[in-house]
Every structure is written in C-alpha cells, then in structure tokens.
Antibody, heavy 123, light 107 residues
C-alpha cells in the first residue's frame, strides 16, 4: 500500500547533528516533490523544506535555512533530512509528506504523510 | 510569508450539529487552500484540497468553500469520530503555512 515510513529520530544534544530518513512505497516516488513538516509538542504544524522530484531544486523555511539539508535517493525511494547545529526549538515530531500533484518544488497539498519521528534536542 | 488565521481555536459541539471553521489569509491566495484533520498521536490527513475539492475516500459530510482571503470548512453533521484538530494550509507561495489549528470536541 501507499506509505511513508520515517526513521532516525532520537535524543540529541544542542549543537549536534541527526539525519532522518523517509522510506516511500506504493507509489512512483520519482514523480513527486517531497516535503518535511514538523510539529513541536502541543503545537501546530510547521513546514520545513521541499525537494523536487530529481533533487535539483530545494527550498527551506527560515527557521532551518543554513542548518538543515533535504535530499533524496531515488534509487532507494528514500527522502532524507540532515539536521546540523540542532537547537532546543527544533524539538518536534518530523513528518515526511508527498506532494499531491507537483513534481517540482512547488508548494502543494500533502496527500500522503508518514507516521512521524520524534526528535528531542536536550542536554 | 502568508499568515493564516483560523477561528475558533477550539470548539465544542453535539453529535449531529453543523460545525463551521473559518480561515483567513493575509493576502489573496486564490483557491490554493487545503484542510487537514489530525487525530491525537496521528499524522495529519488531507480532507479538502483547492478550497473545495473532497479528497478521495473522505466522507461527504466534510466540505470547504471560499476564495481569495476567506475560507470556510464545514462538517454537516458531526460524528464522534470527527473529534480532532483541524488545520488550514495555503500553498499559493513558499513557504507553505498553516493555520494555528481548531480543536474540535464533542459536547
């Protein structure tokens, strides 16, 4: 079935790094832009980043720009989020999400979401 | 960035009631507006896209309307399984932005 499965979350100290993965199945991964969205505990949804179908175009939210890098490996149907210089305010559940119709890095609706992976930044 | 303002932030209604949530954009976003449902501990689920189009498999009691800056999400007859937080989201421009959410409870 169509699904996204995130992994790689955990507890990390401020200033350290973490890489999240999102494995896609049940749809043609290479046709769609992919996004990361996060949700701090008890808070609303915050969009993080988008990558085009071929990885050639990327765009980031201001709060993560210069610290996070989105990438994808289409041979493995996997999306990544490399998170460097982590801060306490990056503590959140991180979701990967599929663009509903666009292959580029266009903004879009998100029709498939992963279950989320929790990242806690704490000393 | 485009700011999305949802109201109310919380809502309590009875089973069978008609429920309405509004979302206002800080600038004209045409119909580039989506609605999501998020149940506790779960990922969001797309209900409505392009302001008024029902996502496949979503019950017809859910609907959306509006264009420009003002949008409305409606549940025509509230069911117990509709307890959740609902979010609007604009996709006219990057960064994508969400409303702050409306927590819906059963009275």
């Amino acid at each position: 079935q169509v699904q996204l499965v995130e992994s790689g979350g955990g507890v990390v100290q401020p200033g350290r790094s973490l890489r999240l993965s999102c494995a896609a199945s049940g749809f043609t991964f290479t046709r769609y832009g992919m996004h990361w969205v996060r949700q701090a505990p008890g808070k609303g949804l915050e969009w993080v980043a988008v990558i085009s179908y071929d990885g050639s175009n990327k765009y980031y939210g201001d709060s993560v720009k210069g610290r996070f890098t989105i990438s994808r490996d289409n041979s493995k149907n996997t999306l990544y989020l490399q998170m460097n210089s982590l801060r306490a305010e990056d503590t959140a559940v991180y979701y990967c999400a599929k663009s509903r119709k666009y292959s580029g890095y266009d903004p879009d609706a998100f029709d498939i979401w992963g279950q989320g992976t929790m990242v806690t930044v704490s000393s | 960035d485009i700011q999305m303002t949802q109201s109310p932030s919380s809502l309590s209604a009875s089973v069978g009631d008609r429920v309405t949530i509004t979302c206002q954009a800080s600038q004209d976003i045409s119909n580039f507006l989506n609605w999501y449902q998020q149940k506790p501990g779960k990922a969001p689920k797309l209900l409505i896209y392009d302001a008024s189009s029902l996502e496949t498999g979503v019950p017809s009691r859910f609907s959306g309307s509006g264009s420009g800056t003002d949008f409305t999400f409606t549940i025509s007859s509230l069911q117990p399984e509709d307890v959740a937080t609902y979010y609007c989201q604009q996709y006219d421009n990057l960064p994508v932005t969400f409303g702050q959410g409306t927590k819906l409870e059963i009275k």
